[in-house]
């Protein structure tokens, strides 16, 4: 079962030669799996900042390697690039997706989203020590800083998934519904989600989201 978790994908594209040159930087100097999971988790979560406010829902925008060409990024693809890198160094990996509700939206977030629900959150499971662990590599820290959340660290023996609570013990985010965890982004699941639970951003070009609708 966990051979396919160490295939590429069409997103999740492993095999990428730009993947491959990351992920080797990034774990330089480890010594065993878990301190490589863990070096890989740091790069992609303060490597690019989170942005959720460009989503290119293209093919080609959507694969891991096509991340490493900016400075920023949305859950998806953060987790996606995190699984290729994985992948590319031996780790198995898979994505998994949930339906959270943001306490703490941002004020510019939950207007263009009319809703401080987020549908399809994107996080990585690795293999690791013959079990499945959570990372989240979405929130960069600077970003966690700024909203006075602590950020999500990982260590490659527990699960790092979601802040409930922010420094002020105020809640942050309250998990809604799981999706499933998948060797490949689902993109036309992604898609559906998207267009059922935000239909105004497909509508109206003035929500404020540049979400890119060419050749879905």
């Known amino acids: 079962m966990n051979e396919l978790?160490?295939?590429?994908a069409e997103f999740v594209n492993s095999d990428s030669a730009e993947i491959k040159k990351f992920a080797e930087k990034a774990i330089e100097g480890a010594t065993d799996t878990v301190e490589k999971a863990v070096k890989l988790y740091y790069a992609v979560r303060d490597?690019?900042?989170?942005?959720?406010?460009?989503?290119?829902?293209?093919?080609?925008a959507m694969?891991?390697?096509?991340?490493?060409?900016?400075?920023?990024?949305?859950?998806?693809?953060?987790?996606?690039?995190?699984?290729?890198?994985?992948?590319?160094v031996g780790i198995p990996s898979r994505l998994g997706f949930a339906k959270v509700r943001n306490h703490i939206a941002t004020e510019k977030l939950?207007?263009?989203l009319k809703t401080n629900v987020m549908v399809f959150h994107g996080y990585t499971e690795l293999f690791l020590n013959d079990q499945w662990i959570k990372a989240t590599p979405a929130f960069n820290k600077s970003l966690c800083d700024k909203l006075k959340v602590d950020s999500l660290e990982f260590n490659g023996k527990e699960d790092s998934i979601f802040q409930s609570y922010n420094k002020e013990g105020g809640e942050f985010m309250e998990y809604l519904h799981?999706?499933?965890?998948?060797?490949?982004?689902?993109?036309?699941?992604?898609?559906?989600?998207?267009?059922?639970?935000?239909?105004h951003i497909f509508e109206n070009s003035s929500s404020g989201l540049s979400i890119k609708e060419d050749d879905y």
Do not use: M, W
């Not at 490597?47 to 080609?60: A, K, S």
């Not at 891991?64 to 953060?78: H, I, N, T």
């Open 63 to 88: 694969k891991a390697s096509a991340l490493l060409k900016k400075d920023s990024g949305y859950c998806v693809e953060k987790a996606s690039l995190l699984a290729a890198c994985a992948r590319a």
């Open 178 to 199: 799981d999706y499933g965890t998948f060797h490949d982004v689902p993109r036309d699941l992604f898609i559906s989600e998207l267009k059922k639970h935000y239909p």
């Open 5 to 8: 978790y160490l295939q590429p």
């Open 47 to 60: 490597g690019f900042n989170y942005n959720p406010y460009n989503i290119d829902l293209n093919p080609e």
């Open 110 to 112: 939950e207007e263009r």
